[in-house]
């Protein structure tokens, strides 16, 4: 089913990246929201990543969508019919995360590919999406994403490790600054953004007042299964959901944060691998 329109397609391929304002309605990202904030367990499994200044950002991911509300958001046909559509194949969850940028104190995201790290975990293409959710009002105050307009179609490029966070060479990303329009992604509560996973981003540290908060669902594409196994998993079926899901499953108190958060701090070695590859 086409539920992208084709200026929306086209940006995607031309930009790497979309909006797609008020894809969520208020009570649902609503619910999302109260969930996470006064979700124990995602606050306990949040990791630090230092930005290489001495702030971090907080962050909890989980591989497998669950049937909680982050997994009825990532499930909803919502989101998954439009990546298949721009993938043009059937595509499984390839990890989800909270990202957890809190007022005064959340740190900055250093200039990257996330190719440049997925790589390391067998992808042979970069046959992925990831779609981030305003969770917050995303504004340049409180550090929203930074993109490079255009910049997807460079192909991926080198990383090196900087802080705990993989960093795109920095010459190549001066370089690229001069030639690609740098784009400030301010988002409303609710809206969403597609984008290319070689679309070099960044966001700076949040020295505002206001968090900003965000879910981030990345697929892959069935025919891009990885030829080894790492911490994000080898394709497993998707099943959808109707998106009414989204309210119903955040209305039920017993249902609605299940889900089997990861480990970063022990099983993630797509940025930290890198530091292997380095000379001496």
């Not at 969930?35 to 950002?57: E, I, Y």
């Not at 992925?128 to 255009?150: F, P, R, Y």
């Not at 209305?251 to 590859?277: I, W, Y």
Request: contains cysteine; negative net charge.
């Amino acid at each position: 089913m086409s539920v992208l329109s084709a200026q929306q397609i086209k940006a995607y391929s031309e930009d790497g990246f979309f909006f797609a304002r008020e894809m969520f309605s208020a009570e649902e990202i609503h619910l999302l929201r109260e969930t996470a904030t006064n979700d124990h367990a995602m606050d306990q499994a949040a990791s630090l990543r230092d930005d290489g200044t001495g702030a971090s950002v907080r962050l909890s991911l989980w591989n497998h969508p669950g049937d909680g509300i982050y997994g009825m958001f990532a499930r909803s046909h919502r989101i998954v019919d439009a990546v298949e559509q721009l993938l043009e194949d059937e595509v499984y969850h390839y990890h989800s995360k909270m990202i957890l940028k809190d007022a005064k104190v959340g740190g900055a995201w250093a200039w990257h590919q996330d190719y440049g790290y997925w790589y390391q975990n067998g992808l042979l293409f970069p046959d992925l999406c990831s779609v981030m959710i305003a969770v917050d009002k995303a504004t340049e105050q409180n550090g929203c994403l930074q993109v490079l307009q255009g910049s997807h179609r460079m192909g991926r490029v080198n990383h090196i490790l900087s802080g705990d966070q993989a960093g795109a060479d920095v010459e190549r990303v001066e370089h690229a600054k001069k030639r690609f329009p740098l784009i400030h992604c301010s988002m409303d509560a609710g809206d969403a953004l597609f984008f290319h996973p070689n679309l070099l981003h960044a966001s700076a540290a949040n020295l505002s007042d206001h968090p900003r908060w965000a879910l981030i669902c990345c697929y892959n594409a069935r025919s891009n299964d990885p030829y080894k196994e790492s911490h994000h998993p080898s394709y497993t079926k998707l099943d959808k959901v109707e998106d009414d899901m989204i309210v119903r499953v955040g209305q039920d108190d017993a249902r609605r944060s299940r889900v089997d958060f990861a480990n970063l701090d022990s099983d993630d070695r797509s940025a930290t691998s890198l530091a292997d590859e380095q000379p001496s």
